[in-house]
T-cell receptor
Framework: AQKITQTQPGMFVQEKEAVTLDCTYDTSDQSYGLFWYKQPSSGEMIFLIYQGSYDEQNATEGRYSLNFQKARKSANLVISASQLGDSAMYFCAMREGRGNQFYFGTGTSLTVIP | EAGVTQSPTHLIKTRGQQATLRCSPISGHTSVYWYQQALGLGLQFLLWYDEGEERNRGNFPPRFSGRQFPNYSSELNVNALELEDSALYLC????????FGPGTRLLVL
């Protein structure tokens, strides 16, 4: 089974609108971390936001928030007030508590339309 | 605080040659990860080093190898290059989150 699943290969959003990028994960660990990364066309992977499995509050970082639903094993990224510079690939990732192994999803390509 | 650095930024080789890619982690990070990203595709996990030891490797042939030095910098070696090795090679270091370098774009002709 895939550890991280991103079911949206591509998404479009109007500038200034909010958009949700889906991510589901699979683990039997109680302790794990969930991450989102942004990869613009330049290629560099930029760390956006982190959610720990024991965190009760959803993580927020500026316009980014992580909608964490533990029972459903989902960790969706919400980008509010989309900007043209948000156009990029977005990757969801998980680190399991037992070690430092990371698992990445296949990514979602987001295009912000002016 | 300096981020993860990688060199070279671009590398052009011909089929059959060897390529060496280098990575310096963030100061204090002992884990280094290597990923291959072919054009338009996701990240494929290559290798993970921690404290000088190889901890795990992805589903790649043995001609992909590497090492980690005492200062935690790392080297990825690709022998007998094939055309399909053309890709962006990303290095990341980690204490908890992974922080990535800018990558090395390898082109095999």
């Amino acid at each position: 089974a895939q550890k991280i699943t991103q079911t949206q290969p591509g998404m479009f959003v109007q500038e200034k609108e909010a958009v949700t990028l889906d991510c589901t994960y699979d683990t039997s660990d109680q302790s794990y971390g969930l991450f989102w990364y942004k990869q613009p066309s330049s290629g560099e992977m930029i760390f956006l936001i982190y959610q720990g499995s024991y965190d009760e509050q959803n993580a927020t970082e500026g316009r980014y928030s992580l909608n964490f639903q533990k029972a459903r094993k989902s960790a969706n990224l919400v980008i509010s007030a989309s900007q043209l510079g948000d156009s990029a690939m977005y990757f969801c990732a998980m680190r399991e508590g037992r070690g430092n192994q990371f698992y990445f999803g296949t990514g979602t390509s987001l295009t912000v339309i002016p | 605080e300096a981020g993860v650095t990688q060199s070279p930024t671009h590398l052009i080789k011909t089929r059959g040659q060897q390529a060496t890619l280098r990575c310096s982690p963030i100061s204090g990070h002992t884990s280094v990860y290597w990923y291959q990203q072919a054009l338009g595709l996701g990240l494929q996990f290559l290798l993970w080093y921690d404290e000088g030891e190889e901890r795990n490797r992805g589903n790649f042939p043995p001609r992909f190898s590497g090492r980690q030095f005492p200062n935690y910098s790392s080297e990825l070696n690709v022998n007998a290059l094939e055309l399909e090795d053309s890709a962006l090679y990303l290095c990341a270091s980690s204490q908890w989150a992974q922080y990535f370098g800018p990558g090395t774009r390898l082109l095999v002709l």
